[in-house]
């Protein structure tokens, strides 16, 4: 009886855990494993660009790479895991309304991240975000859809609800995408909103000015000290008491790790993601890893832990496949190592910022870095084509896709 290696999720991590683990096997010559993936559908949905327009167009088919490399694909959701007994309940999407088990023999729970959204009055009901490909299409249709309302100061302003990196990214477009839709010598505000007292908290003082610089003369402005206390049809209220009309507000404000790491019975930190070993096991646990934005993983020796990145993302799928296929097997792990990390932040038409190290040391600005951030974008994250021996070669784990 064959036995079986369970991946939930088909996103950057899910999607290099199949191929690693795929890899592995075949290196091995082992064809009595099974390597099943399951997700509602089957296509890798680039989640870092859905600050840009076209968010529909923002999905990539995996099932002739799956088909390549010898990856069963399983469509539906994963609604409860039962790690004592080895198996995860599966439910079917759309109008599949079916219930099913899987047994597995090892996991790989690769279930990325949901936004954040706290308890804030009128903010489910009224604010948009970029989160989720069909969560950005309701974006870009409610932005179309302002050319049809009367001119007035709310209608031209978008209020963006966190200065973080997708806070900035988004905030960045907004100006020219306002215009276009609007006219283009129409008066138009974008206002970010944030709690902390800097523009971009996470990404420390080495890129701000540049940031500060890009966003000036794109025409974007900030309030700081004072997050956003309630949100209604017509704009926001800030903590602080101010009010703020606006037809478009855009909640960017933090994220949290699928839901499904609860059903896990293991240490989880802030932000619901799965303490690992440096194999990306789960601290306690035997057979089940965990990856991706569900891993709370160290990148290295001096204290650095995995972001909820596309950049860490793939390596942390590459690293997972690999061992957990390893650990099953018998055969030698490859301890995840990133020590390596860079950040590529879009400036929209101004351009970007590329900067390298923890400490985020500027490397390349405007059209220079907008040129790298287009290449990331548009390739570097993209999956393989269905060819097996490209696919394979690609999955890794001691490749480190950094510019």
Request: proline share 5%; glycine share 10%; net charge negative.
């Amino acid at each position: 009886m064959s036995q079986r290696i369970l991946v939930i999720g088909a996103g950057f991590a899910g999607m290099w855990s199949a191929l690693a683990s795929a890899r592995l096997l075949d290196q091995v010559g082992r064809t009595d494993v099974e390597i099943t993936l399951v997700a509602p559908e089957p296509e890798l949905h680039v989640r870092p660009r859905l600050y840009e327009q076209n968010p529909l167009g923002m999905k990539a088919p995996l099932q002739e790479i799956f088909k390549a490399v010898g990856v069963q694909f399983v469509q539906g959701k994963v609604q409860n895991i039962d790690v004592a007994r080895q198996e995860v309940n599966v439910i079917g999407v759309g109008a599949d309304t079916s219930h099913h088990t899987i047994r597995y023999d090892r996991l790989v729970l690769a279930a990325g991240s949901r936004l954040f959204c706290p308890p804030i009055a009128g903010l489910k009901e009224h604010a948009f975000n970029v989160d989720q490909i069909a969560d950005a299409a309701v974006l870009e249709t409610h932005l179309h859809s302002l050319a049809e309302r009367p001119a007035s100061v709310a209608r031209n302003t978008v209020v963006v609800a966190g200065a973080g990196f997708t806070g900035i990214e988004t905030a960045a477009e907004m100006p020219a995408r306002l215009r276009e839709v609007l006219g283009a010598d129409e008066a138009v505000t974008v206002i970010m909103v944030e709690r902390n007292a800097e523009v971009g908290p996470d990404l420390g003082p080495g890129p701000r000015p540049v940031i500060i610089e890009a966003l000036t003369e794109l025409g974007v402005t900030w309030k700081l000290g004072s997050g956003v206390a309630a949100v209604d049809a017509t704009g926001v209220t800030l903590e602080n008491g101010e009010r703020i009309d606006a037809g478009t507000v855009i909640w960017t404000a933090g994220a949290r790790a699928s839901e499904l790491t609860q059903q896990i019975p293991a240490e989880r930190d802030n932000f619901g993601r799965l303490h690992v070993d440096r194999n990306l096991k789960v601290k306690g646990l035997d057979g089940v890893f965990a990856t991706g934005d569900c891993a709370y993983a160290a990148t290295d020796d001096d204290g650095n832990y995995a972001k909820m990145s596309c950049q860490h993302a793939m390596n942390l799928g590459r690293s997972a496949g690999h061992n957990v296929a390893a650990d099953l097997l018998g055969e030698p792990s490859i301890p995840y190592s990133q020590p390596k990390y860079v950040t590529c932040l879009d400036l929209g038409p101004w351009g970007a910022v590329y900067t390298e190290g923890w400490e985020r040391e500027v490397k390349l600005v405007g059209a220079e870095a907008k040129a790298l951030k287009t290449k990331i974008n548009t390739e570097w994250i993209y999956p393989p084509s269905a060819d097996r021996a490209e696919a394979l070669a690609l999955a890794d784990p001691r490749r480190i896709v950094v510019a």
